[in-house]
């Protein structure tokens, strides 16, 4: 029992201290403007990557849409939260349609408390129009096995995208002009949590969603499917039934996440949620680890903050004296980034975390037996 | 004859041209052990696969406990090509998924083992509870369900104990020795609440001393856990050694049935195993 205590009182430091770091941050955001975006990129990106590992990781069904499920929660959340007096601006080409400057007009006029919820309501929305989708979709394609699976999603985030970005829907989506001037994240509690921390902690919300259901009994069941589904479906355990429950939660959560990056980028289009984008996740969730969340999370920074920040470096001219250093060029850093990945996925050939989860007694034992080594020297 | 627990009539399994199991009639009686044998390729697997809703059957009705879970004809393509040797088709078509059917009380293991490899004993037990849990994903996430999930827990740790696996229970499955594993399966099957247990070639890969055990394992936890068990098996020393009732297939066809004693002096069990003299 004192061994749980003590792990709980190291999580609950932690995350305070954590915190603490946030409000630093927000008070000090115009001196570590890089920071706060590589930290807000990544924590999304993070939630991505967690709901992508337990379709992927826990259930063990490859599938390659998520890229179309964040896309149909980031033009729910930027359709809903553009200004009414922004509306002409943004669709200037095509102009907006009537219901949605109505239904906006009305959101603008309703009491106060309902405009404040209103973003989370619009994320909300989001991620159940995704989960819908989902749910439908998945009647279809989760009869299908692995890489079939995986071709099926991929064919399925594409269309998607097509279906945004085509003319037809010129009045909602804007078409291939995109949605901008999307607010920023809104503040919570009234404005004791800043904007700044509104993503950190609504992902946290998530990903203990996440995490709790993967350590319930449902979450066992999707673990036995991943291991053999012939022997989990004559356990009892209906597989479409369960197949069909991670795809849903899955897509809601990815919608989430595309809904935090409209609200991250302010500005939004169809390309944006390309298959390159998928293939970034997927690349976050195999240096983490296929089945750790706490590897997901973890390899979220570390791969944005290695792309967006620490490599720059790589990407101006650089001079040493008179020697001015070849290859330094715009670009030079995805090269190096991609031999680090390489050297990474050499190195731990399970991702970082392998299967495991992040746990304090883990950790403890790596000190204790360092010092024990120290001792015998 | 509501001894009986599960019946199968004129079970036919016909894949392409290729009649595996040819008008199989079983009737598995209420407590006792019944085996299937044959040679190898005479479709007893299959006529499993077929009881437990992995197959459906070309032809043919599957009855348990008073519930029909399997009934099908010759349909389309099929209706062409039947060349079983019971030519009068049943009417109905029910289909049942195999998750389904364990959930009324049929469980199974496999000839080649399928336990959940890379997850804990404990975890594969535990998971065979999960077959009839009655919190939703939402109440199950938030653990509103503590008290069935603290029984999943206890049911399992007790499930563990009397086969005799409490100790290696944080042990990856896949790590455990051969004996042990089949062991496991067979724990896993029981943790479903089974009424009738299967056992797919028990006995598969083991040393005489391993079989023997197996054989008062099984004698065992049929009296604990009130279960009629049917099992297919190759060890002869197995099956005459504790079976009730044998049927004997051959090329999908009974060619016997009745008493270890009986089979054992049925000359065409004889000529299958033995193989006929043809001068």
Known sequence: ?377 | MSDILLKTEHITMQFGGVVAVDDLNIEIQKDRITALIGPNGAGKTTAFNVITGGYQPSNGRVTFDGLVIVENYPRSKMKKIYNGTNKTPFEKQVVNTPDKITRLGMARTFQNIRLFKDLTVFENVLIAKHCHIKAGLFSSTFRLNREEELKMYQDTEALLERVGLLGSRNEKSSSLPYGKQRRLEIARALATGPKLLLLDEPAAGMNPKETEELSLFIKEIKDSFKLTVFLIEHHMNLVMDISDTIYVLDYGKTIAQGTPAEVQNDPAVIRAYLGVDEA
């Not at chain 1, 890489?147 to 291939?176: H, K």
């Not at chain 1, 250093?325 to 991609?338: A, Q």
């Open chain 1, 1 to 377: 029992m004192i061994k749980i205590k003590r792990n709980n009182i190291y999580t609950i430091v932690t995350l305070a201290l954590l915190l603490v770091f946030l409000y630093w941050l927000n008070a000090n955001r115009l001196q570590n403007g890089m920071l706060v975006s590589v930290l807000q990129k990544g924590v999304i990106l993070a939630l991505v990557a967690v709901s992508m590992n337990l379709l992927n990781g826990f259930t063990g069904l490859f599938s390659l849409g998520q890229a179309g499920f964040m896309s149909i929660g980031a033009y729910t959340t930027a359709i809903l939260l553009i200004p009414v007096q922004n509306l002409d601006g943004v669709y200037y080409m095509n102009g907006v349609h009537p219901a949605i400057r109505a239904f906006k007009t009305m959101v603008a006029s309703s009491p106060e408390f309902i405009q404040i919820i209103f973003p989370f309501i619009a994320l909300l929305l989001g991620g159940l129009l995704a989960a819908f989708a989902a749910a439908l979709v998945g009647i279809a394609v989760l009869r299908l096995k692995s890489d079939y699976l995986a071709i099926a999603t991929l064919g399925l985030s594409e269309i998607v995208r097509a279906i945004f970005s085509s003319p037809q829907f010129d009045q909602i989506t804007n078409g291939s002009y995109g949605l901008n001037k999307i607010p920023n994240f809104p503040p919570m509690l009234w404005g004791a949590i800043p904007s700044l921390i509104t993503p950190f902690i609504v992902v946290a919300f998530c990903i203990v969603f996440i995490m709790l259901l993967i350590k319930s009994s449902y979450g066992r069941a999707f673990k036995a499917i991943r291991e053999d589904e012939i022997a989990a479906e004559a356990m009892g355990i209906n597989l479409f039934k369960h197949k069909e429950m991670s795809f849903v939660i899955s897509s809601f959560f990815s919608a989430v996440a595309g809904g935090l990056l409209a609200m991250y980028m302010r500005s939004i289009e169809a390309k944006t949620f390309s298959i390159t984008l998928t293939y970034d996740i997927l690349l976050i969730v195999v240096i983490g680890g296929i089945g750790s969340v706490t590897g997901s999370v973890l390899s979220a920074f570390l791969v944005t903050a290695a792309k967006e920040w620490w490599l720059r470096f790589f990407d101006q001219p650089l001079t040493i004296g008179t020697f001015e250093v070849p290859l330094f060029r715009t670009g030079f850093r995805m090269v190096i980034f991609s031999i680090l990945l390489m050297i990474v996925v050499l190195i731990y050939r399970r991702g970082l975390m392998g299967t495991n989860e992040f746990s304090w007694d883990r950790i403890i034992n790596r000190f204790k037996k360092r010092e024990k080594e120290a001792a015998h020297e």
